[in-house]
């Protein structure tokens, strides 16, 4: 049974140009989510989603960052426009609904964000 | 909102040494609590989670939590280290669906 799937695991871009993260959540996980994590801070939320819905937001920039989970396919983390500030790691998460019911997220490898 | 405080970013102990790292939350109701481990360059791996069933947690790893509600704490304990213990631990608290991320501490082991 696959774990939560991310790629790339490493992407480099340059100033100004757009990266795309995607996640595969675990067979049977209907609920994906998205932290970023900067040397020393910890894990930030950023946004939780279900198929062609988002739940909450609440710690996704206002600006040049969004996400998605269609009905087919990946969640994808957008990034455009990247500036230095966003290098960091990315991780995805997945986990049956309900995580107030104690159900556990699982986490992916992480991908790695260079912007140069 | 709920939240946690995790009590020391570096900890460090001697191989054999009894390990514990802390862990605090605020919460107005029961909360879910976990603790996950980082090992570098990897996700986050589930260690063990509390969900009201007994206070006295057991994970994987030999390690186990003690959920104290009079002291909002739910530290991570471990009888005796082992060099391969070195790495990050997260104390988490389940929000409205997401879960929440203390800043994490540091676990080194001195030979």
């Known amino acids: 049974n696959a774990g939560v799937m991310q790629n790339p695991r490493h992407l480099v871009r340059r100033r100004g140009q757009e990266a795309r993260l995607r996640c595969s959540p675990m067979k049977g996980h209907s609920h994906v989510y998205w932290y970023r994590q900067l040397p020393e801070e910890g894990l930030k939320f950023m946004v939780y989603?279900?198929?062609?819905?988002?739940?909450?937001e609440s710690g996704m920039p206002k600006e040049r960052f969004s996400a998605e989970f269609p009905k087919e396919g990946p969640s994808i983390l957008r990034i455009q426009q990247v500036v230095r500030g966003d290098s960091a790691a990315y991780f995805c998460?997945?986990?049956?609904?309900?995580?107030?019911?104690?159900?556990?997220?699982?986490f992916g490898e992480g991908s790695w964000l260079t912007v140069v | 909102a709920q939240s946690v405080t995790q009590l020391g970013s570096h900890v460090s102990v001697s191989e054999g040494a009894l390990v514990l790292l802390r862990c605090n939350y605020s919460s107005s109701v029961p909360p879910y609590l976990f603790w996950y481990v980082q090992y570098p360059n990897q996700g986050l791996q589930l260690l063990l989670k509390?969900?009201?069933?007994?206070?006295l947690v057991k994970g994987i790893n030999g390690f186990e939590a003690e959920f104290k509600k009079s002291e909002t704490s739910f530290h991570l304990t471990k009888p005796s280290a082992h060099m391969s213990d070195a790495a990050e631990y997260f104390c988490a608290v389940s929000e409205g669906g997401k879960i929440i991320f203390g800043k994490g501490t540091r676990l080194h082991i001195l030979p």
């Open positions: 989603l279900q198929k062609e819905n988002i739940i909450d």
């Open positions: 509390y969900t009201s069933a007994a206070t």
């Open positions: 998460a997945s986990s049956p609904p309900a995580v107030n019911s104690g159900n556990t997220i699982y």
